[in-house]
């Protein structure tokens, strides 16, 4: 680990991912890049890991993609109850007309 280095820890029951700002020894000073003051200092056992990959552009794809996908199931799920209640009409027209 180095400085600058963004990593995951546990806090409580709570995941935190801040960039290192300080090593002291076998500790880490963590401080999120949008806080004005460092997290308290942690031993570096507590990391769970480094953050190797990030892209807003690839989330920002995902949510677009997502978005229309759940559009298109959604108009998939009307037709398909649509063509159901009209099957159901069809199938009560029939036994009426057979029960007459």
């Excluded at 963590?30 to 480094?50: F, V």
């Excluded at 807003?56 to 398909?80: A, D, E, S, W």
């Amino acid at each position: 680990m180095k400085y600058g280095d963004v990593v995951t820890y546990w806090e409580e029951d709570t995941l935190i991912t801040h960039r290192i700002f300080k090593i002291e020894k076998n500790k880490i000073v963590p401080k999120g890049d949008n806080n004005n003051e460092e997290d308290q200092e942690i031993s570096q056992n507590r990391i769970l890991g480094k953050v190797i990959f990030c892209s807003v552009k690839l989330g920002k794809l995902i949510t677009v993609y997502l978005k229309y996908i759940f559009i298109v199931f959604t108009i998939i799920v009307i037709f398909i109850n649509i063509d159901s209640f009209q099957g159901r009409e069809k199938d009560e027209r029939e036994q009426n007309k057979a029960h007459q």
